[in-house]
Structure formats: structure tokens, C-alpha cells
């Protein structure tokens, strides 16, 4: 380039001077969501920061009076009062072994404790919600219990008494009541998901195990219903009493908690829309790497479980008063927020960008043009093979390049200054103000002045941000704003509040950004026409920024638009609760339709979830699809001819094969599993040889533990077993305490009850840690409450070894622990022997799975969609991204039960697996940036299509290069293979599609200079010999304006980030598996 200045211009100096250490973004017109005016006036992006308030007088308190004043507090907090009513509910329970009235109610027979273990399970610290589904399911879960205990008994009564075959009655009663009916409820574990269910499942063993092994009525065939009816009456007052205290003692409502948890979502999506926003403003990654955007980020990571697990458990007390439109309206509310995250994670990809060509190493190559001979091409021409793949020499290599003036800085890219806050009516002469100035100086010339207007891309930044910025940084304050302003009122009603100004205010803001927008893009490309001298590669570097920008400021308008439908279904939402009106039409179960008339509304479906799902998708990824297995039969696939496919065995195979493979399912499989395990175990309670043994260490104690412990992946099972294991040890040593302090006072054993269940509930709710808090509760209820049963003479023939109406504690605790432990492993060796569901090959499975998903996702062609179906059809279809992100969130908590798993080749690597899925996120975060650049299209320009049509095969190269690339990581990952050192390298297809974009801009350069390289490819109708005769074709008569590359460089935008993602993700798979070389000895 030419470093003379024109007359007409005044010269300027490489790099800028800045005029401070922070220039500053002149103001703009700002709308006040809350009034909807319009404001020339100060204000920042910053999201409000609260601090601890200091006492008044600056005095220090007193620690002892601080940790009151803090432990008050906490009582009066909703998870105190949880705590409180957890153990006023466990309190009550133990009364029905300590109370001699309640007692007699329940019967002469033991075990009265199981009505306090019931508050454990069905603790009342839930949500009024939680508690109808606990009710329902508990109801289930003791009518199949009694079911089972009354059809076993029945079994071996007739066949043991009546027909005097009592080897085939205890046969019966193992195969397909013990081990029938735990089998089941296995299975209904795995396949509905839900913790609930497992508590359920929990109670009906604990019911089932009292009489089928502990009670000598099935062994002797006598039909006896004093068990079955104690057991009943205690069922059913222990799920009385957690539900009364959950009704009157701090009633929580979970539509209450569903819109508090909205609210914080919103507050958080906030906070990040403006750290983005400010990120891109400033050009550096401070804001997105702060504390605050981290803490905003773990907010909304933390409240959008809670808020889908209230959104359900709000289902169940709407559908109850028969508030099902207003449901329906919450659930829109909720997929609305769920959008507006995935367009946060688009914006920030776009943010990314920007960040990615200011970061990006600068090379100080004159030359644009990659000549065969070239560095670049000599470590792929190995042996004087050349990549097939490889840009043509008439293509340009894209590198950042400096200009002579700018190689003094040692080839570092200059920042962009950081834009300060504050506002100021005119820049300083240095600063932007005088950027913008110098550039419409140069502008008024014609652009024929021989200093060129851009320098270096960093000033085209400069230039959007100087022309763009006011108006996006006021927009992104007054969608912040009304995201920061919480839609629902305060407790306890939690009504509707939302201020009718925002929906004018945002209008009106999206109206002043479109409208600058367009005028900042038309500015931004006419300028990059004023230096028609400027080399390709140079021309090409400035539009890639260019288009970042128009990137950002695209995705940013498609957050306010998907902002004005939440606000819709707000006000929908509103006018529904304010014109309440009852129904009950989901307990017409047997017709197949809405539950209502009402219009589609946005974010919802056609399809109704039923209240209760009795058939639930697994929460585990499947592993191998079941297109891929399906595929490997020969007789089914296309391989096999049609006389193949219709022969006798074919068919039979096939039939089989189907049968096979459902059996094969997990919930199946774990089903199976637990109905053998149980079985086993219940047998020694029928064998003669080993009866007395199971009674001596209370095996039904380790039957129940083996119930628990048995789930569906090793690792989750080493987890329950270990704290199981550690919780028996503290409930049994506090149990211990407590007998020996107490010296069987009721009322004394009372208060060390109610303290203990205190302390368990703290670290059941608190903390988080639910199997740790409630076996030790559970191990210290049934030591001690059964204990003193016994010492009130209560009907029991199996009590005289543990001291009978004089109980021997010792020998209580001891057998505990024993039967705990013992059933413990059982359950390990079960799920490590019968069919082992691994945790970590499941996450290995379901990442392959996943990453050769977005392969085929992606090879179906962004933008070709759009030339194929005219703009009417997007590459991600609708619900993609959404089952995606669910997908990868499944897999994260695979990665978090693998943690626990043990190998003998070594510990999980969860450090680089939780890497992996950072980097999986980040490239969803890019898919969907992508849809939103595509899906919002309302059409094509001439130029457009003509640029679409001219890259096609580079496109089409380019997709099949990132499919090949994502298919190759999956493959990895499945077989646990190394990668090798010959990568489908992206990025030189990448170049390659940039290349032919140079072509293209050749033949429509305004000046007529083009050189007819390669037009007719790709267009249809127009040959290469036609085009290379002179002619253009059809090109000639087509107009390509500056904005007509947009669409193109926001693709290589979007694909540099995938291949940078997708770089990260083969260096993370190669510190697994390691590289091969050329030197492995494979053949051995």
C-alpha cells in the first residue's frame, strides 16, 4: 500500500493515538423500559453489585451474637423452616412406638418404626405439589404391596397346606413374587426417572420384604392378615402425618417457588445479555471472564433445574384446583426463558467472533497468493502428494496481515481501546469522534486519496462501534432492564406485575437499533469500497470483521425479538390468572385431546404430558442408536437381496432379534438384574439350611439395602453403597449414645430423636446430601425405636437373641451394621456381575453419539438449506437445539456418576471429560448462532443467491470436512482409539470456500477489472468455456452489493469457531488415547 497522504486528507499515524487510557462512547438516545420515554443521559451496563451492610454506628458485632443473628435467620428461611418441619413430622412418627395409645392402635406385632421411617422417605419439606404426587405414588406403591403380600401368601396356603406341595409353593412365591415383584419395581425405576418413584419403590419393598420373608406365614403356608393389616395402618399414618405437617406447618407452594425461580432466571439472563454486550463494545474478554458474568452464568446453571423441577411439581396443584390453562401459559413462560438462553449462548458465540479476529496472530506476508511452493503447502506435499483438498493456486490463504507501518509492533494486533461508561456529547479530536470524522473525510473524496480509510481491522471496530454502539448499547440496556425487573410480585401471592410500558419500550428501542443498524452496516460498506487498490486477502480480512460485527448486531436484534414473544406470553399469562376459570378435563383420561380450547401459543406443542406418566424416556442416553444397530443385520439391510430377506430363517432371525434387543434395554436389563439379586437373597429365609441364619442377622435388613443400593450404573451404586455404608455407622453409634444415656426413657429418647432427625434433615436439605442425612436417620430409627418395641412386650418369636423385653443394644447395632453391609455388597456384586451398566462407557457412547449427531446436523448445509427451500426452512429443525442441549445435560450427569466408578486400568479422567463438554456446549452455542443467522432470513438478494450458487461445491466440501471431522472424534471416542497425526484439517477448506469468494469478488468488482476465473461452476447453465471466452454468463447482469457477502462471511464466522472447537476437542481426545505414528507396531 501506498504510504503517501492525500492533499485533501490530513495524515494520520499507524498505530492511532488514543487520547486516553479510555475512550469514550459519545451518548445516545436511551428508552426507560419502565416509563418508556426516550433519555439523553448517562448510564453503564454493569449489573448492580450488592455489598453487606455494615452496622450503623461501624461497630463490629460480637460473634456470639453474629452466629445467632445468623442462625435466626436461617430458621425463619424456607430451608429452616424444612428442617423444622422434617423433624416435627419424624417426632410425631415416633410417637407410634412411644406413645402407648397409638401404640395398641397398631398391634401387638414389632416394627413399629416403620411409621417414622415413612416421614424420613416422605419427608414434608417439599412443595404442596411434591406432596400430591408423594401421596399419589405412595397409594400406588402400598396397594401393590398388599397386592403381593396377600397373592404370596394365598400361593402358599393353597399350595403348601391344600395340596401339600410346599417345595413348589416357596418356588413359586420366590420366582414370581420376590422375584417378580422387585424385578418390576426395578424396572419402573429406571424407566420413569423420577426420585419419587424410587422412594415409592423403597416403602413397597420395605412392605413386601415385612411379610414374604420376615414373618414365618408364607414359610409355614398360613394365611395371616395381622401383618399385612399393621402394615397398612402404618402406611397409611405415616403418610398421614407428613401430609398434614406439610399442609399446616409452612405451607410451600411450588407455583409460589416456580415464580420465584423465573424471576431469578430472568435477573440472570439479564446480567449476561449486558456482560456480552459490553464485552463486544469494549473488544476484550474482561467482562465475559469477570466474576460477575461467572456468578450470573452459575445463577442461571443452578436455577433452571429448580425451575423445571417447580414448573412440574406446579402441574400437579394446578391440575388439582383445576387451573389447567394456567399451567399451560407457565409452561410457555418457561420454554419462552429457554429460548431466550440458547439466543444468550448465540450471542455469546457472536461475541466470540469478534474476539477471535482481535486475539488472532497477525502475519507479515506481503504476498497474499499461496504458491504451490509454498511453507504452507510443504508440510501437506509429502513425496510430491499434494492434498486433493488443497486451495488452488489462484486461491488467496487467509492470514491476518500487517501493513509496513503496523510490523514495528513486533506482530501483535492492536486492542481496541475499552469503552468507558460514562457519556460525553463529543469525543475527543483523537478518539472515535475523530475516527468516524476521518473517515467521512476521506469519504467525501471519493475515496480516491491514497490513504486508505482502514489501516488495520481494528479501526473497522472502531468505526461499527463509533456509528452502532450508542444504539446498542441502549438496547441492551433496556433488554437488561426489563429482564432485571422481576415479572412476578413479592410472597405471598407472587401476582403478575409486569409494567405495561415494556412492551412499548422495547418496540420502540428495536425500532431505533434496526433502524441504526441498517445505516452503521450501509456506512461500514461503503467505506470498505473507498480503497479499491486494496489487495483480496486484505479486502477479504476487513470484510470477515466486518461481518462479525453485522454478526453481533444481528443476534442481538433476534434476542429483542424473542423478547417481545416472552413478553406476549406474559400478558397472556396475566389476563389468564386474572380471569381464572376451573377445569377439570384431565380426569377425562379416556379422551385423546386437549385439555382445553385455546389458541397454539408460542414455545408449546400439540402433544399433552398426561398428569402422571406411568411410561417415562430413560434418563440415560441410550448409547448406540438404534438406526446403527439396526444396520448391522444382514438379513434386514439393503446388502441382503429380497429372496434373502423373505426366507424362513430370515424372518424367524429377525423376530428373534426384535424380542432379543427389547430385552436388552436398561430397564429391562436392571429389572432382571434386581429380581435375581432379590431372589437369591429372599432364598435363604425359605432354605431350611440357612433360615435360622437369615433371622439370627436380620436379613431383611439386607434385603432393603440391597434395594437401595442397586441402581442402574456402577458408579451411582458405589455412591449409594458408600454412603449407606458411612450413614449406618453414624446412626448406629448416635443410636448407641442415645439407648445408654437414656436408660429407655421415653420422653428422654424422645428429644434425642427429634435432635438427631434435626441434624439429619440439616444435611438432608441444606447440604444436599439426601442418602448421607437419611440413613443415618434410618440407621438410628431402627436401632433405638425398635429396641424399645421390644422391651414393651410386643408379640415377636425372632427378638430372644437381641435380649427380648430386655433388649441388648449391642447385639441390635451389631446386626444392623452386619445385615447393612452385607446386603450392601450384594448389591455391588449384582450390578458389577449381571449385566454391568457403566457409567463411563455410557458417557463415552453417548458423546460419540452425540458428536456424530451434529455431524449429520451440519453436513445438511446451512445455507444450502436456504438456497434449496428459499429461505423457508432452517438447518436445525425445529426442537433440535433443545433435545441437543438435553442430550449433553444428561451426559454431564453420566460424567458426574463415572467419577465414582473404579477400573483396573485406572480413575475416570473427569477433568478432560469436563472439559470435552465445555467444549460440546460451546460448539452447540455455535450451531445455534448459525440457525439464527439462517432462520431470520425473509429472502434472498439476487447477489446472494449468486454467491451461494457460485460457492456451492466449497460449501458442499466444507460441510462433508466437519461431518468427516465430527465422525472421526466420535469414532475415537467409541473405540477408545488414538487419533493419528493426518486430522481432516477444516480450516484449509475453510480458506478454500474464502478463496472462491475472492474469485467471485473479481469478476464483480465495480472498476469491470475481473479476470473470469472458474464463473460458470456452480451456477447451472453457464459452462466454464463460455465464462473463460470473455463472458460472464448470467453473472454479468446480477448486482453484488457490499452487504451481499454478509451472509457468507457470518458462515466462515461460525465455521472458524467450529473448527477451533473442534480442535480443542482431538487435542483433549489425543492426551486420552495418545497420537499414533508412523512407528506403531499394530500387527502383532
Known sequence: MSSQSSPTVPATHWPPQRPSKRSKLRSGSVIIPSTGERAHRAFTLRPNTFFPRGHADGSPAHPLRETASRAWAWLRSPVGHGVLKCTLAYTLGSLATFWPPLSAFLGRPDGKHVVATLTVYFHPARSVGSMIEAVLLAVVAVAYAELVAVLSMSTAVLLGQVWDLVALAHALVLVVFVGGGFGFMGWVKVRMGNPLVDTASTLASLAIIGVVTKETAVLTGVFEDRKIVQIL??????????????????????????????????????????????????????????????????????????????????????????????????????????????????????????????????????????SPGSDRDRDRDRDGDRDPYASPPFSPVLRRTLSGTARSWGGRAPMLSSIDEASEEAAPAGGRGGLLRRYSDVAAVGGTASLPPFRHSSEIFELFIEMLGPSMKSLAYTLSEVLREPPFGAAPDHGIVINPNFRHSLAEALALFNDARANALQELYRTLELDRTRSSSIQADF?????????????????????????????????????????????????????????????????????????????????????????????????????????????????????????????????????????????????????????????????????????????????????RFLGTLIGIGAAGVSWEVSQRNAYVLVLFGA?????????????????????????????????????????????????????????????????????????????????????????????????????????????????????????????????????????????????????????????????????????????????????????????????????????????????????????????????????????????????????????????????????????????????????????????????????LYAYALVTGQVANELTLVAHEIEGLFGVLDGETLLLQ
Not at 398421614?240 to 435477573?267: E, F, G, H, P, Y
Not at 442377622?697 to 434395594?707: A, K, Q, T, Y
Not at 469468494?997 to 464483480?1004: L, P, V
Open 233 to 370: 395402618k402404618m402406611l397409611v399414618l405415616g403418610i398421614a402425618i407428613t401430609t398434614v405437617v406439610n399442609l399446616l406447618v409452612w405451607r410451600a407452594s411450588a407455583v409460589d417457588a416456580l415464580r420465584q425461580s423465573m424471576s431469578k432466571a430472568s435477573v440472570s439472563l439479564g446480567d449476561m445479555l449486558s456482560l456480552i454486550t459490553r464485552g463486544f463494545l469494549s473488544g476484550s474478554e474482561d467482562d465475559v471472564r469477570s466474576p460477575a458474568f461467572a456468578a450470573a452464568s452459575a445463577a442461571y446453571s443452578a436455577v433452571y433445574p429448580q425451575m423445571t423441577k417447580n414448573l412440574r411439581e406446579s402441574k400437579f396443584e394446578r391440575y388439582f384446583v383445576g387451573h389447567e390453562k394456567i399451567y399451560q401459559l407457565d409452561r410457555a413462560v418457561v420454554r419462552s426463558m429457554e429460548t431466550l438462553a440458547q439466543s444468550i449462548g448465540g450471542l455469546r458465540s457472536a461475541a466470540n467472533s469478534q474476539l477471535a479476529l482481535l486475539q488472532e496472530p497477525m502475519a507479515a506476508a506481503p504476498s497474499r497468493i499461496a
Open 543 to 723: 470484510e470477515e470483521v466486518a461481518a462479525a460485527c453485522g454478526h453481533f448486531s444481528f443476534s442481538l436484534q433476534t434476542f429483542g425479538e424473542e423478547m417481545q414473544k416472552y413478553l406476549d406470553v406474559l400478558d397472556d399469562l396475566k389476563f389468564a390468572d386474572e380471569h381464572r376459570k376451573r377445569s377439570w378435563t384431565w380426569l377425562k383420561w379416556w379422551r385423546n385431546h386437549r385439555p382445553f380450547n385455546t389458541v397454539s401459543l408460542p414455545y408449546d406443542n400439540d402433544e399433552r404430558e398426561p398428569l402422571v406418566k406411568p411410561i417415562k424416556k430413560a434418563a440415560l442416553p441410550r448409547g448406540i442408536a438404534d438406526p446403527l444397530v439396526r444396520r448391522r443385520d444382514m438379513y434386514n439391510w439393503e446388502a441382503a437381496s429380497e429372496t434373502q430377506k423373505s426366507t424362513f430363517v430370515a424372518r424367524m432371525s429377525q423376530k428373534m432379534l426384535r424380542v432379543i434387543r427389547k430385552l436388552d434395554k436398561d430397564d429391562v436389563r436392571h429389572g432382571l438384574k434386581v429380581g435375581v439379586g432379590a431372589m437369591l437373597w429372599a432364598s435363604l429365609s425359605f432354605l431350611p439350611a440357612t433360615h435360622d441364619l437369615y433371622r439370627h442377622w436380620r436379613g431383611e435388613w439386607g434385603l432393603l439395602s440391597f434395594m437401595i443400593v442397586c441402581n442402574t450404573t456402577l458408579g451411582a451404586a458405589n455412591a449409594s453403597g458408600w454412603a
Open 755 to 1047: 435432635l438427631i432427625a434435626f441434624a439429619a434433615f440439616y444435611v438432608i436439605i441444606e447440604q444436599g446430601k439426601a442418602p448421607m442425612g437419611r440413613i443415618s436417620l434410618l440407621a438410628y430409627n431402627v436401632s433405638t425405636l425398635y429396641a424399645y418395641s421390644l422391651s414393651q412386650k410386643v408379640d415377636g418369636d425372632d427378638d430372644d437373641d437381641e435380649g427380648g423385653v430386655d433388649p441388648i443394644i449391642k447385639e441390635i447395632l451389631v446386626h444392623r451394621l452386619v445385615a447393612v453391609t452385607a446386603g450392601i455388597l450384594w448389591g455391588l456384586v449384582i450390578c458389577r456381575l449381571i449385566w454391568p451398566i457403566s457409567a463411563r462407557n455410557k458417557f463415552k457412547e453417548g458423546l460419540s453419539m452425540l458428536y456424530l449427531q451434529m455431524g449429520l446436523i451440519w453436513r445438511r448445509g446451512p445455507l444450502a438449506m436456504l438456497l434449496r427451500s428459499d429461505c423457508s426452512r432452517s438447518y436445525l429443525r425445529s426442537g433440535e437445539q433443545a433435545a441437543l442441549q438435553k442430550y449433553a445435560a444428561r451426559l454431564d450427569a453420566l460424567r458426574a456418576a463415572a467419577e465414582t466408578e473404579f477400573e483396573l486400568r485406572g480413575p475416570f479422567p473427569a477433568a478432560a471429560s469436563a472439559r470435552l463438554m465445555g467444549c460440546t456446549r460451546r460448539l452447540l452455542d455455535a450451531f445455534y448462532a448459525m440457525s439464527l443467522v439462517t432462520q431470520r432470513k425473509r429472502g434472498l438478494t439476487e447477489g446472494e443467491r449468486a454467491l451461494l450458487r457460485y460457492t456451492a461445491d466449497e460449501r458442499a466440501m466444507l460441510c462433508d470436512r466437519i461431518c468427516h471431522v465430527f465422525q472421526v472424534l466420535a469414532s475415537s471416542l467409541m473405540l477408545e482409539y488414538p487419533l493419528t497425526n493426518a486430522l481432516p484439517n477444516v480450516s484449509r477448506s475453510r480458506d478454500r470456500l474464502l478463496g472462491r469468494i475472492f474469485a467471485f469478488r473479481k469478476e464483480h468488482r465495480p472498476d469491470g477489472l475481473g479476470i473470469g476465473i472458474g464463473i460458470g461452476r456452480g451456477l447451472g447453465g453457464v459452462d466454464e468455456g463460455t465464462a473463460a471466452a470473455g463472458g460472464t454468463g448470467r453473472l454479468s447482469h446480477v448486482r453484488v452489493e457490499e452487504y451481499d457477502y454478509a451472509l
